[in-house]
């Protein structure tokens, strides 16, 4: 049971354009969210989060969006960057209890010169 | 600051053995979780520890258990391993455990290959 998903494996993207990553999930309980970024051979890094209690948060070149009605989160890099191109996960949590993320399968992004 | 590391990098173990993986939090925090990466897949939370106790758990069997100790160093121990565990094993270390949400720092990882 697939409770966050990325659909999208892959994204190829030139570099300047605007990346758009998107995510789903089902469990209604989920309240706060989270996108990591993943080179290889290193652990996933915190990019930027939402609360559920907000449907924007912007920091520098990344936003993230957040639809609840349709359970549907997106992260928006502008402009992007050579340095950009790594996996991407979008990760799920409850503020309430312990602090399980349940993580989407990830998107690998590769911004082109 | 140092960050969350572990050890060791990579593991090579055969069916039906026992391995123990190490990880040491970030100076501060006082949480410890793990998770398992599958190849191709997001990290599955496998449990958590906060102060030395156990703090939830995932979809694993028991034969997955783990520890930690009072300078909040963790270890994951898997028995009986299974070619399915064969995985990218993070661990990841945050301060406080409920009731809000704490950022969680991730370490390298250690590679376990179960021929």
């Known amino acids: 049971d697939q409770q966050v998903k990325q659909n999208s494996p892959s994204l190829s993207v030139q570099e300047g354009r605007i990346s758009i990553l998107n995510c789903d999930y089902t469990n209604s309980m989920f309240d706060y969210f989270l996108w990591y970024k993943k080179y290889p051979a290193e652990g996933p890094t915190f990019l930027i989060s939402?609360?559920?209690?907000?449907d924007k948060n912007e920091d520098g070149r990344f936003t993230v969006f957040l639809n609840k009605s349709a359970k549907h989160l997106s992260l928006h890099i502008v402009p992007s960057q050579p340095g950009d191109s790594a996996v991407y996960f979008c990760a799920a949590s409850q503020i309430q209890g312990a602090q399980k993320l349940v993580f989407g399968q990830g998107t690998r992004l590769t911004i082109n010169p | 600051e140092t960050g969350v590391t572990q050890s060791p990098t990579h593991l090579i173990k055969t069916r039906g053995q026992q391995v123990t993986l190490r990880c040491s939090s970030q100076?501060?925090?006082?949480?410890v979780s793990w998770y398992q990466q599958a190849l191709g897949q997001g990290p599955q939370f496998i449990f958590q520890y906060y102060r030395e106790e156990e703090n939830g758990r995932g979809n694993f069997p028991p034969r997955f258990s783990g520890l930690q100790f009072p300078n909040y160093s963790s270890e994951l121990n898997v028995n009986a391993l299974e070619l399915d565990d064969s995985a990218l094993y993070l661990c990841a270390s945050s301060l406080g455990a409920s009731g809000g949400v704490y950022e969680q720092f991730f370490g390298p990882g250690t590679r376990l290959t179960v021929l």
């Open positions: 939402i609360s559920s209690i907000k």
């Open positions: 100076s501060g925090h006082n949480t």
